[in-house]
């Protein structure tokens, strides 16, 4: 079985901390060896915590398949084999979706791998995704509308203003139906003026009711996840998510809300690969503590993607386990007047609206330039707790609410999520952005004196644009009229290209890249929780192994057709000797408390029940890692929970589900704080468990 390959080439070694500047660079070339098999950082090959030669089914070495599988060979002669992963679903309309497991018998139904060879060579490798896992729910619960005859349309996004605009001429921020000389919204009316309708009438019902258990309940006024609801993975509807008549929202991981209103959830099987790709060996001593001795600064961090061209736009690169939304690739230009940002250039959106531009109708008609991106004045204020009546507001849950965004600057065609973007250096009110398919040289980037803004997503380069215009292929002229003819799409899926990301690209309002110095790299970051780690290997909730290496992960998704990923190459400038850290700050017992103790009222025998209590974090800093919850039933111990990670100056529930099994009783709850092996602080509940019917 052929081996992943690394080599190295070392252009200024990094042997000794007295260095002013040094360049790294390291290839992994991806082979099958590189399949992630579960989320304790099992792979097929060497490289993860442990090795399952089981994982691929006809392949030399591996198992053998079962009757009604088998590999499969794809136009190019390449042979396929099938996998069995815990990265896919079982589904069941109506109730949910389970994460399999990797337990006999296997089924091998996750997609299917081959390594691509060249003399004998393994130059990479071959992935072919599992039809994608797809359930019914009632609207507006769902993540994707469903057609007749087994179509689908993505139903969902992260700001309200696209939501809002799928559903209703009503504008919370005015661009595009709004009369913004009469200050009003729109009135549609006949060309005769027989009858009319106020766009007014149309808001959206914004008083949504979280459900537990299938039971709407409280509305939800805070998305900060742990403080009404955690962030839902869409294996279910019937917990942490909240609705309304018109639509629902549930909580990602970075606490953003998700926007839905469809009938239909898909969970892809995901092909995931693990690339680990050495460091300097400087970057990992340690002192006879077990304390790193170097801390470097990062100057420049590279990654090049050598692969085919995908039909998803989702695919990701997760160095580190990291998922960076501040690497954004080119966005649309503008320019800014009284406050307002309004488009530079006439263009289209990608969901088929268009408007008039300032020099007459044109036919179809672009948006014209002026279209306001930005409109502070309908800002809204994410302190404010609005009615729940029709006219009222929503809750400011998401960035386009807070910032003024409309939905033309997020639909708006004029991007390219996969360039580099650049803007002139001196630029004050006029943001003209510069594409480039590859990071510019300093001198090119003084010549023509251009500052860097972004680097492209962190995605394997697809040929649709994705986010709010997801079934959108990307065309080769800029602003043309959709829909585009074949000779106009800019990315073709299955052509060779090498992807370049930047590692350092960060949002700064987060704190500094965990990347900007060698710790960080060696290191797991702070923004990554730690999984189900085998002993010896800190594994992360998404399966990679956090090594002192480079640890790369790649998942693929929705790609039936093959898609061939090759090497991944890693350079990384770094200057001068050891940089001393700043001391960080660190969360103390006098920090955390308990509050607002949940347990059920009463229940009877049999019947399962939340448990909870809401964790308190005083301090300037987030609470990871460092406490957990105990509750107690009539002082015995019935479950210990970690409590998750906890923002600056934040709440979050630490709960667990209950099944009352004993006598009818009261039940006399203790939940106990406990902080480096000590109870720091104790709340009290009751619950009366009553017969069984």
Wanted: glycine share 8%; proline share 8%.
């Amino acid at each position: 079985m052929a081996k992943a390959i690394s080599s190295i080439s070392v252009a200024m070694a990094i042997a000794a901390t007295g260095v002013s500047a040094q360049t790294y660079e390291v290839e992994h070339v991806f082979s099958v060896d590189d399949l992630q098999v579960d989320f304790r950082g099992t792979t097929f090959g060497p490289a993860g915590t442990a090795s399952d030669e089981d994982a691929i089914c006809g392949i030399a070495g591996g198992a053998a398949c079962p009757p009604e599988i088998s590999p499969v060979t794809d136009k190019e002669g390449i042979t396929l084999y099938p996998v069995d992963t815990e990265f896919g679903f079982d589904v069941v309309p109506f109730l949910g979706a389970q994460a399999k497991s990797v337990e006999s018998p296997r089924d091998y139904k996750e997609g299917f791998v081959g390594n691509i060879e060249d003399g004998g060579d393994v130059v990479g490798i071959k992935v072919s995704n599992a039809e994608t896992a797809t359930y019914k729910v009632k609207p507006p619960l769902g993540t994707w509308c469903q057609g007749l005859g087994g179509t689908s349309v993505k139903c969902s996004t992260e700001h309200y203003t696209v939501l809002e605009h799928a559903l209703s001429c009503n504008e919370v921020i005015p661009y595009f139906f709004y009369d913004f000389d009469a200050g009003i919204q729109l009135i549609n009316s006949f060309p005769d003026g027989s009858d009319s309708f106020d766009c007014a009438q149309a808001a959206l019902d914004d008083n949504l009711l979280i459900i537990d258990d299938g039971v709407p309940g409280d509305r939800l006024t805070s998305v900060v996840p742990g403080e009404q609801m955690d962030a839902n993975d869409n294996t279910t509807v019937r917990f942490d998510i909240a609705a309304s008549s018109d639509y629902s929202v549930t909580l990602k991981d970075d606490g953003k809300p998700l926007y839905r209103w469809g009938g239909l959830i898909k969970r892809p099987n995901d092909v995931r690969l693990y690339a680990r790709l050495p460091l300097p060996d400087a970057w990992k001593e340690r002192d006879a503590g077990g304390e790193l001795v170097n801390d470097f600064a990062v100057t420049s961090a590279l990654l090049y993607v050598d692969h085919w061209i995908t039909n998803n736009p989702n695919d990701q690169l997760r160095p580190e386990d990291l998922e960076n939304e501040a690497a954004t690739g080119r966005k649309p230009s503008y320019f800014i007047e009284d406050g307002y940002w309004k488009s530079l250039k006439d263009c289209y959106e990608g969901d088929g609206d268009y408007l008039d531009s300032d020099e007459g109708s044109q036919d179809p008609q672009p948006i014209g330039a002026g279209t306001i991106f930005k409109n502070p004045d309908f800002a809204l204020d994410p302190g404010d707790v609005p009615g729940s009546a029709p006219t009222d507001k929503p809750f400011a849950f998401s960035a386009d609410l807070v910032g003024g965004f409309s939905n033309g600057y997020y639909t708006t065609i004029d991007r390219d999520p996969f360039e580099w973007s650049y803007v002139d250096a001196d630029a004050t009110d006029t943001f003209d952005f510069v594409g480039s398919p590859v990071p510019l040289s300093a001198e090119e980037l003084e010549a023509r004196n251009l500052a860097l803004v972004s680097g492209p997503r962190w995605r394997l380069k697809a040929n649709k644009f994705g986010q709010d215009i997801p079934g959108l292929e990307i065309p080769a002229i800029e602003c043309s009229a959709p829909p585009f003819t074949n000779a106009n799409i800019r990315y073709e899926v299955g052509t060779r290209v090498t992807t370049v990301i930047n590692l350092l690209d960060w949002d700064e309002e987060e704190g500094p890249s965990p990347l900007a110095t060698s710790r960080g790299w060696v290191e797991k970051n702070d923004y990554v929780e730690e999984g189900d780690s085998p002993e010896g290997t800190v594994v992360s909730t998404n399966g990679l192994p956090m090594t002192e290496d480079f640890d790369l992960a790649v998942y693929i998704k929705g790609d039936r057709k093959p898609t061939a990923l090759y090497s991944a190459r890693l350079v990384i400038d770094a200057e001068g000797g050891p940089v001393d850290p700043p001391e960080d700050p660190e969360i103390g017992p006098e920090d955390l408390s308990l509050s607002d103790p949940g347990a059920p009222d009463a229940v009877k025998v049999g019947v399962e029940r939340t448990v909870e209590v809401l964790v308190n974090n005083s301090a300037e800093i987030a609470a990871v890692d460092v406490a957990s919850v105990r509750f107690l039933a009539d002082g015995e111990l019935v479950q210990e929970v970690a409590v998750r990670p906890i923002e600056p100056a934040s709440s979050r529930r630490a709960k667990f589900k209950w099944t009352a099994d004993e006598p009818p009783r009261t039940i006399e709850w203790t939940m106990e704080l406990v902080f480096d092996g000590e109870v720091i602080d104790t709340v009290t509940d009751t619950t009366i468990v009553r017969p069984a019917d």
